[in-house]
């Protein structure tokens, strides 16, 4: 009990020390690398994963939070995803649950941003290491299961064994990747609602629970992606 209880308070005190800001060199790397991930696109179909978990991920929180009773979430290998809950069909819990996708990424990204930006990226990567392992107990597949374990596994050790500054550094190029990885699964989105490939999609779905055409909840993703990603941007510039 006692080893238990020192090592808690070993993570408490890694995540509530504030840490130094990275030099301008580590901090424009980490912008230079999360932005090169996002824009190949061979490495942006890796990377994309990690966006999925935060879009399904936000999904199930506001269904929580909205009195959904969440009945599971599933990640798939090309990079999609289905979070299922249980409630009223319409209303403003399911609006609100099929808005948190796309938009999702994006304000993890911008309370990650305001978290290192501050001192506690250490602290924040602990967080994210926590919210994966309550994400694990939903997920119902084994590409999901794979999915949530390797990043949770890269985090802890990243958390657990590497120097601070390492550890800060990192927290900073994810930040920018998820506002930067949350802007372009927006775009994605629109260029298969053109091609007719994605009537299934959040924003089709929020049309017929709403009347509001696709293209408007669309365009209110990218609205707020984009000004996540500069307000979070701005915290982060050296």
């Known amino acids: 009990m006692g080893a238990v209880t020192d090592v808690l308070s070993d993570i408490w005190h890694r995540a509530t020390t504030v840490a130094?800001?990275?030099?301008?060199?580590?901090?424009?790397?980490?912008?230079?690398?999360?932005?090169?991930?996002?824009l190949v696109t061979p490495v942006w179909r890796v990377?994309?994963?990690?966006?999925?978990?935060?879009?399904e991920g936000s999904h199930g929180l506001v269904a929580v939070l909205c009195g959904r009773r969440l009945a599971g979430i599933r990640l798939h290998s090309d990079t999609s995803g289905l979070t299922v809950s249980k409630g009223r069909t319409r209303g403003f819990g399911m609006v609100a649950t099929g808005f948190a996708g796309y938009v999702g990424p994006g304000v993890l990204g911008l309370g990650a941003a305001w978290l290192t930006s501050r001192g506690y990226g250490v602290g924040m990567l602990w967080l994210v290491l926590v919210a994966l392992t309550l994400l694990l107990l939903q997920i119902r597949n084994w590409y999901g299961l794979w999915s949530v374990l390797v990043t949770g596994a890269l985090l802890f050790v990243v958390t657990w064994w590497l120097d601070v500054e390492w550890q800060v550094g990192i927290a900073w190029t994810l930040s920018w990747f998820l506002l930067l990885g949350a802007v372009r699964p927006v775009v994605e989105l629109q260029a298969d609602r053109s091609r007719g490939r994605a009537r299934s999609s959040d924003a089709d779905l929020l049309a017929r629970?709403?009347?509001?055409?696709?293209?408007?909840?669309?365009?209110?993703?990218?609205?707020?992606?984009?000004?996540?990603a500069v307000l979070g941007g701005r915290w982060l510039w050296p």
């Open 209 to 228: 629970l709403t009347g509001l055409p696709g293209i408007c909840w669309v365009i209110l993703f990218g609205l707020i992606t984009v000004g996540c």
């Open 47 to 55: 990377a994309r994963n990690v966006v999925t978990i935060a879009h």
């Open 20 to 38: 130094p800001a990275p030099d301008a060199r580590v901090a424009f790397t980490a912008a230079a690398v999360a932005a090169l991930v996002v």
